[in-house]
C-alpha cells in the first residue's frame, strides 16, 4: 500500500485542506519530482499550486492556477469538433454515393430529367 503523507504543520498536526501539487516530470532534466502539499497561507489567503505541468509551485493567486483542466477541456472539444465534422462530411459524401439516399436520388433525376 502507498505512503499516504498529509501536511503538518510547525507542531506535527495534520493540516487538512492544503492544496496538493502532484508530482511531474522535468522534460528538460528527465528528473522526478515528487508531489508536495503548499503550505497555509498566514494572511489567511487561499494558496493554490500554481505552475504547469513540468513546473509547479504553491502560490496565493488563482489566475496563476494550473492550466491543466483547461487544456484538457480544450483538447476534449477539439477532438469533439473534429469528430463531429468528420462524421458530417462522410455522411455527406455517402449520401451522394449511395442509391438508396433522397440525395442520391435528387442528383440523378435532376441530371437525367
Known sequence: MA???????QDH???LGS????GY???ISNEWHTGFYCPASDESENVFCCGSSFRKYCCTKK??????EIQDLTILIGIIV?????IMIITLVSCFCCSCCIL???????SNG
Not at 492544496?19 to 502532484?22: G, L, R, T, V
Not at 442520391?104 to 435532376?110: D, F
Open 104 to 110: 442520391y436520388k435528387k442528383r440523378n433525376s435532376s
Open 82 to 86: 473534429g469528430a463531429s465534422a468528420a
Open 13 to 15: 498536526e495534520v493540516v
Open 63 to 68: 489566475d496563476k492556477v494550473l492550466q491543466s
Open 19 to 22: 492544496e496538493y501539487c502532484s
Open 3 to 9: 505512503n499516504l503523507q498529509l501536511p503538518l504543520n
Open 25 to 27: 516530470k522535468d522534460p
